[in-house]
Structures are given as C-alpha cells and as structure tokens.
C-alpha cells in the first residue's frame, strides 16, 4: 500500500501533502494530538527515534498478526500491532517499513518502550473506541472483528481506482456528533458576570443632546420605561404606511406628536459635561444648513466605497481643506479617526521594510492596534519621556552601526493631547529626537484640532511646529462636530495608505451630507468665528478648574482643556456619575477601566464656551453634594503644576555623534543635568 493510499484512509491525514509528511518527522505529533486515539499516546515522554529500540515485528501469517491487519485501516496490507504489544527490541525492516506509511502506528511504537506504556496504549485506545463511534462500533484506527466486514469495504472502495473514493463524512455517524456543542451562552454570561463585579461593565446614558440648547441634553429615567415607550410607539406607528409621494404624511405628524407626549413622561433635563463636542459645532446652524441642503440635494448616503461611486465633489474639497490645514501636501479621509489610525500604523508598517515603531506608553488605542497588526518590533517610550524615547533610539541606530547594516526605517507615534489625563505632549523636542536618529514622526491630533492655534490646527501649529510633524491624525467629530478621521501628510506616503490600507478602500465611505457639513466647519473654525470660540472655552476651562480646586475637589493638575476629578474606585466613581445623573440633572461619564489603569478612576470634564456661570456653579454645588454623600475624601492643598522636564540639545547631539562614530553600543541613561 503507497503512502498516498494509507494518508486517504486518514481522516485526520488526508487533508495533509505527501511531500509534508515524507520530511515532517517528529512533527507529526502535533497531527498524532488531533487523533481520537492518539492523543492520550501523545502524552507519553517520546526519545529521539534514533535512540529508541524498535518493537518486534508480528509474522503475517500468524492469527494475531491477522486480527491485526483487520484493526487497523490504515495498514491492512501489512502487519501493524496487536492488542499486546511486545517489549522493544532491535529494529525490524517490516517494522520500519509500518512506521514509515503510518505516522501513528509510529508513535506508539515509539511510546510503548515497556509493557506498562504498551498497556495503556491499549487500554486508551480501546476507550476511544467505545465512545467514539464513527463505525457505529469502534474507531477507524482499531475496530472489533465485527466491523471487519464494513472495514473491508471502506478499503475495497479506496483501492479500487474504478469506483468513487467514500466521502470522509461516511467514516462518521454524523448523529453521534451533532449533541456536542460547546457552551457559547454560558461563557459569555459568565465573562459579562466577572466585568460586573469588578465594575468594569460599560453601562451606555440614555441621552439626546439638543441642538437648539446646547450644552443642555434630556436623560431617560430608566431603561425599562425606554422600552415600554417604544413598544407604545411601535404599536401606534404598525397601522399606517407611510407614504414615499408626500413630504410628511398626516399619519406621520400624529406619531410624531405622540413620541412628543410619551416622551414627556420618562425625560429629564440635563446638562452635559463631558461631551467631545467641545465647542458645540454640531450644532451651528449654517453647519445644519449645509448638511440639509445636501441631503435633498444627494441623499444620505454616500452609495459605495471611494473606489466605487463614493468619491463625491466633497470629499475632494475636504480633503484638500484638511491638508490646507495643516500645510501638508495632502490629506486622505476616513470614517474615523479610530480606522485612520490604524489602518495608517499597520499599512506603513508592512510597506516600509524592517520598520521600528517607538510607541508612547500613553497611546490611544486605535494607535496600539494599528501597530499590532503592522507585525513590527516596537518600542514603548514612557509617557511624555524624550530622555528615555532618544536612549532606545540612540540604541537601534548602535546596534546598525555595529552591525554594518542599512539603516531601518523607524516611526515614532505619539499624541498632543492625551484625552483621560489632559497630558499635553513636549511636541517639539520629540519631533527634533525623532528626526536626528532618522524616524518619522506620527502625531495624533484627535483632541487638539479645533481649539489650539491660531486656526485650529492643534498643538503642533500653537507650538509653531507644523512642519516637523511628518504625519499628523485628526478627527471630525469632536471639536468639529461631525463624524469621521483623516490623516495629512506626505503625497506618496498618503497616496501609498490609499491604495493599500484596508480600513480605506473596503468600507463605505462618508456620506456627502456628513463630508459637507465638516467642511464648512472646518472653514469657520480657521477663520474670525473660531477663534473667538477658542478664546471662551479656554476662559471657560480655567473657571471651572479655578472654582472646583478652590472647592477642595481632587482636580488632577493638567495644562489642557480637560479637567479630570480623582475617584480612585471603579463602583464609587459609577455611583458618582449615576447620582449626578438622576439627582442632579448632570451628565459626566465615569471612566474607569480599561481606559484608564484600575486605581486611577476619574470624571472627566469639559467645559466649552456655552457652559453659563450658573451652569458652572451648579456643577461645584452638585459635586461637593454627591462627595459629601459617598465620604469621598476633599483637598484644600494648593494645585501641583508639574513642568514637562526639558532636555538639552547637547545630550541629543552627543548621541547622535556616538551613534555616528560606532563607539555606542548599549543603552545608557541619559542625564538632564549634564
């Protein structure tokens, strides 16, 4: 019997190559644990195949030798082994010749060096046999006598080139196999369990922000009083059609004013304090104009990806907007800035050959995963670190130089403002560290844009910086009040994301309403309008900052935009942010983890500039209100303004000339004092 013949009567080998398994060797025991029979045999300790006696071979002729041949399918030309098998011995040419069509009759001949390892060979196989039926009584590789009969067909059917090979699904008594399932339901249930008593399970608000009272907002009492509300809707919307030839229907102006009375009785007022919309722009009427105007115009969807109908006049002018922004050659679209992220990371990382990622310990996590799936080596940098960002640098380029090796291509990827802690990143001195050991630069805009410089372009144009940011990432739907990601950059480089970033080319792009209205907010917030919104929301931030630590509540000292509340308790800050919610019509989110590392739950707030002098002091109010009520502790010790340490060029200059001259080989801390 060939190889080929003895891999088909498998069912766990003939899906295998001939060539695999003529130079697998010992690897074949990763196909022997799949085995029904084989892998409890597996567990066995195995010696190295030259060291190993080779157990006695069985005359064919024999009556063992036989009932043999009719056990085992897989080699029913030639004598395989008995239920007893012998002591190991010198080798055998029959025995070798078994081992070498039949990996698994190798295996326990390798394994069962003495009678007891033999034993409980047999014994594991014959319980396999018992419980697994694929014959209605034994197993492929070892059957009673009295399947004998259907085996002899099975191998007749094989051998026979003239008849149709049996289908595997035949060896198998497929109603043997159907009541086994694993238990999808209950482990889920029980991971969701685990999230809940930690305090970790994310609970989404019921709220509807209003475009006509920004920042006000109405909650909704309880989930269940939504649901009873929607199925009292549902029931008055099922008798009636509407109709597509008027504008709104009659039936539909009934609903509408029953959503209206139903909705009075479970809504409640709120002020929100923790929205992205930083500066309300989702609300600006030419903004809601513009998006109208174009809905009638196009519709509301974009009808395809980029490639394939969705590539509209607005798209192209944003685009050339976003890059006008942010004086780069270019600018490419996304639905968001998640997605921008990290099909930017990934799709880099796979065209730039041997490329180095250096990561800020800080990173959002759209920035992590696109690294992730780009398969490069990374190095994470501490938050806000040059010191420690230049040494593994300085490292990597040594270890070229040493090596006499091209340089690798490297990215460094970091943030401006970190959204959770309010960080603000030295941008400067890590572009400069960067670009002197030949590394790109990758910045993360996403919470800078529209509100810092002069026209909204985030903290690299504050800083006067824009030009030593080699790829910078930025979101529509925070301060420009939108929805959806870009990225500016390079033309090649973003032409090279285009063509070959999947998040870009596989998915719908952004409808023309959408791209239009983002467009004439990104116009108004570059010019007179934006900055003077800038300017108030700035203001309104340092007066909430001011009132609340003069109140004694734990403010997290921060130099942005954010004004994060220290809980420190996963269930007491959830409590917190419920409480305020029902009790005192504010709405601030609890954060806690993973966003944030367990211990360091917080409130995040975030004043904008339509947040009025009574909302803010009902804020100081409510919050002493709630930290009173929980016993959560108050300080009255003045704020902690910690200075970002900064490095001198000297130290960034002596590297790079180390590096330079081959003499640095190993990391070495670098000092700020010198």
Known sequence: MSAATAVVKCPFLNRTSKKFLQHAGSSLKSYAERCPVMKEVVACPIRAQSTIAQPASVSEGSSDGAIVKSRCPMNCEDVCMGDKMPAPVSADPAVEH???????????????????????????????????????????????????????????????????????ADFYDLSELTNTSYAYKQFFSERLDEKKRKHVYRRFKTINRSANHHPAALSYKSDAAYSAVDDVLLSVSSGFELDSRQECSKDVADLLVDIVKFSDAIERPQVVWCSNDYLGMSRHPLVKQVAQKVISDHGVGAGGTRNISGNGRFHNLLERELAALHSKEQALLFTSCYV??????????????????????????????????????????????????????????AREVELGIAPRPKVVAFESVYSMTGDVCPVERICNVAHQFGALTFVDEVHAVGLYGESGAGIAERENVKDKVDIVSGTLGKAFGVVGGYIAGPQSLIDAVRNEAPGFIFTTSLPPSTVASALVSVRLLRGAEGRDLRKRQQASVRSVRTDLIEAGLPVLPCPSHIVPIHVGDAHLCTEVSTDLLENHGIYIQAINSPTVPVGQELLRIAPGPHHTGEMKRDLVKSLLSVWEKYDLPLTNAPPVVTKLPVMKSGHIARLVEHVACGDYTRPQPVSLAA
């Open 98 to 168: 078994i081992k070498k069509k039949c990996p698994f009759a190798s295996a326990i001949m390798e394994v069962a060096k003495t009678p007891k390892h033999a034993t409980r060979v047999v014994d594991a196989m014959k319980e396999v046999a018992h419980k697994f039926k694929p014959l209605q009584n034994g197993c492929p590789f070892i059957v009673s006598q009295d399947n004998f009969g259907s085996l002899q067909l099975i191998h007749t059917q094989l051998s026979d080139p003239r008849k149709k090979a049996i289908k595997q």
């Open 340 to 397: 921008a992220n990290d099909s930017t990371l990934s799709t880099l990382g796979k065209w730039l050959p041997n490329c180095i990622y250096y990561s800020d310990s800080g990173n959002h996590a759209s920035m992590i995963q696109g690294i992730c799936n780009s398969q490069c080596p990374k190095r994470v940098f501490r938050h806000n670190d040059v010191d420690h960002l230049a040494t593994l640098l300085a490292a990597d380029c």
